[in-house]
Nanobody, 124 residues
Framework: QVQLVESGGGLVQAGGTLRLSCAASGRIFSYTMAWFRQAPGKEREFVAAIHWSGRSTDYTTSVKGRFTISRDNAKSTVYLHMNSLKPEDTAVYYC??????????????????WGQGTQVTVSS
């Protein structure tokens, strides 16, 4: 397992931009890396994932075209670049490492390591 630490969250106005980073304590080259989020009063949900090679990505419908996931395996770091933020993007964002199961639409039960989360708040 790897230890994951997120950073980059904060308060931003609607339409603004944030970049989240996820630093891993170990090598991540063999893992699918994903971002999840949990809004107040809601269940944690999948946001985006990237194949270990970096060649394939997947996004939940609500963030397609606005969010970009990327990874730097040499730095053991994963990023989530968020543009055109909306108030409904407000949530705690979690980084996750998972074994690839044939689909990038990562299920929570396939996650082997979670970060502690970073708060993103989008004001209207």
């Amino acid at each position: 397992q790897v230890q994951l630490v997120e950073s980059g969250g904060g308060l931003v106005q609607a339409g603004g931009t944030l970049r989240l980073s996820c630093a891993a304590s170990g090598r991540i080259f063999s893992y699918t890396m994903a971002w999840f989020r949990q809004a107040p009063g809601k269940e944690r949900e999948f946001v985006a994932a990237i194949h270990w090679s970096g060649r394939s990505t997947d996004y939940t419908t609500s963030v397609k075209g606005r969010f970009t996931i990327s990874r730097d395996n040499a730095k053991s770091t994963v990023y989530l670049h968020m543009n055109s933020l909306k108030p409904e993007d407000t949530a705690v964002y979690y980084c996750a490492a998972a074994q690839y199961t044939g689909s990038l639409r990562t299920r929570q039960e396939d996650v082997s390591s979670w970060g502690q989360g970073t708060q993103v708040t989008v004001s209207s």
